[in-house]
């Protein structure tokens, strides 16, 4: 589709923002110092944050670097460990929103119930009846937000308490009790690490073992805080080099299976089980029969130390029922709690869904992605003009900042909203045989990656084939500096 020429009077656009997590207020903050301060922001629930509202359970933790886990506009010099707790990510999230006004931008308690393009604009309906409209949809809606509960027979039978890791109820008394965990990805592993100190006893149940790369959390010394603090360049450089660090180090090894740095960091991962686990029983429990970075590696300095406590079980028998009392393994064995927590992670699938989003010509997002979601380059969708997302299907995930990449990712949608704001086009998505091509290219890439070595993982779509971004983090960057305009329709 050609493009008309650029007007001298450049069009008022509204933006609608789709959530206000990390992303959320990244664009809200973006938007204003692009001058465009026509935007509204949507939250479904009554505060800003995201993944760090949602997740408040014990011993929850970023495994990316605090000073890498911000925002490159806002360093924080006072972050308190080289791996900031959950509560101090969320309050930071709160600072740098009400620092430039987005807390007063964002509309609380609003869930979006429908999007749908008519007539070269977006319509968006809540489900409190009322309704708005816009020229640009930003999709901040994040990937882990839909917990995913594990199909275990008579689940509800349980008489204690039952929740979800990302629905904790903090006014379950845990001091003394006998807590289940199911699960032993990167939360269940804080849960277990931060439980067992204070509970009477903790019961694990490992379906895979995992392998934990060893790693320390120190503590920022006054000193240091006071050196970021009033010598920016020095935390400038910091951040820098972290994200040198995993950009040339890590985003590379995971995208090449035989890459020698794999070979290292899973000897660092055995040497850490083989010297910190002394039952030889429990050690073998413990590892792994898979590549090490095949899933999400994890990260902890404690969880070894945790798990060999008197009051701590790792049960590796599967889960047969829930049962009143508690946990029946196959074993036939009832394991007898007061509390039963589900670490099971999320539907890492939905993304904008369950919100109908219906584009061009009537089509809905939840027939197009009735397989799998897919999106060119993460952000864009044909016959969905005008929407763009932010760490959306197919883009880096995996033990990267996601800050890191939604401000790459930003940076590039505003290179496709100015085509609409200057008159070039009205309508911009990208084109099909863009996204199909792309799509098997990154299909065929990911073929050899370490994620594609023999694990299941929630990185893996329906085929079993790795859904995250399967280059280098260099061409990711590469990529996100200037759009591809040939690929997409410009109407």
């Known amino acids: 589709m050609s493009t008309t020429s650029p007007s001298k009077e450049p069009r008022d656009l509204r933006f609608l923002i789709l959530g206000a997590g990390m992303s959320g207020i990244l664009s809200g903050i973006e938007l204003q110092k692009a001058g465009l301060n026509d935007f509204a922001i949507y939250e479904k629930a009554d505060r800003l944050g995201g993944t760090w509202r949602e997740n408040r359970y014990p011993g929850v933790a970023c495994d990316v670097p605090s000073h890498l886990y911000s ?10 460990h080289r791996f900031a707790p959950g509560s101090e990510i969320q309050t930071y999230f709160e600072t740098v929103a009400e620092k430039y006004g987005i807390d007063q931008r964002i509309q609380f308690g609003k869930e979006i119930t429908r999007c749908e393009f008519e007539d070269g604009r977006w319509r968006i309906g809540f489900t409190d009846g009322t309704r708005d409209e816009g020229d640009i949809i930003i999709a901040a809606t ?5 917990p ?5 027979e008579e689940l509800d039978s349980f008489e204690g308490e039952t929740f979800h890791s990302a629905r904790w109820d903090g006014d379950v008394p845990l001091a003394g009790k006998r807590i289940g965990v199911i699960g032993t990805g990167s939360t269940a592993i804080q849960i277990t690490s931060a439980l067992v100190p204070e509970v009477a006893g903790l019961t694990l149940f490992q379906r895979t073992a995992q392998w934990v790369m060893p790693q320390n959390n120190p503590a920022y010394t006054d000193d240091e805080k006071s050196e970021f603090g009033q010598h920016p360049e020095t935390l400038e450089s910091l951040r820098a080099d972290i994200s040198q660090m995993f950009a040339e180090g890590f985003s590379n090894a995971v995208v090449d299976a035989n890459s020698p740095l794999l070979v290292t960091i899973e000897a660092a991962c055995r040497q850490n089980l083989e010297e910190n686990v002394k039952d030889p029983i429990l050690r073998e ?13 994890i990260m902890s300095e404690d969880f070894y130390d945790a798990i060999q ?19 029946r393994t196959s074993d036939g064995k009832l394991h007898e709690l007061d509390v ?12 904008m869904r369950p919100i109908d989003v219906i584009g061009r010509g009537g089509v809905r997002l939840e027939d197009v992605w009735s397989e799998r979601p897919s999106a ?6 044909p016959d969905f003009p005008n929407l763009f997302m932010l760490n959306g299907p197919n883009g880096p995930v995996g033990n990267f900042s996601l800050i890191e990449v939604a401000e790459l990712q930003f940076a590039y949608i505003m290179k496709l909203v100015e085509l ?17 091509r792309f799509d098997a290219d990154r299909v065929e890439a990911a073929k050899k990656t370490i994620w594609h070595s023999g694990c299941q993982s929630w990185y893996l779509d329906d085929r079993g084939v790795p859904a995250a971004w399967p280059w280098t983090f260099h061409r990711f960057r590469e990529e996100m500096e200037t759009p591809r305009f040939a690929e997409y329709e410009l109407c």
Not at 71 to 80: D, H, I, Q, V
Not at 309 to 324: D, F, K, M, S, Y
């Open 309 to 327: 406590q008197p009051n701590a079980e790792l049960v590796t028998e599967g889960i047969e029922r829930i049962e009143n009392a508690g946990v």
């Open 71 to 80: 925002y490159s506009f806002a360093p924080n010099p006072e972050w308190s």
């Open 376 to 381: 060119y380059m993460a952000i864009s969708i």
């Open 420 to 436: 609409i704001r200057t008159r070039r086009c009205t309508e911009v998505s990208a084109s099909q045989q863009a996204t199909d």
């Open 148 to 152: 995913s509960y594990p199909e275990i």
């Open 340 to 351: 039963l927590v589900l670490a099971t992670g999320f539907r890492v699938d939905r993304f």
């Open 285 to 297: 429990k413990l590892r792994p029969d898979y590549r090490a970075a095949c899933k999400r590696l």
């Open 142 to 146: 994040g990937v882990l937000h839909h």
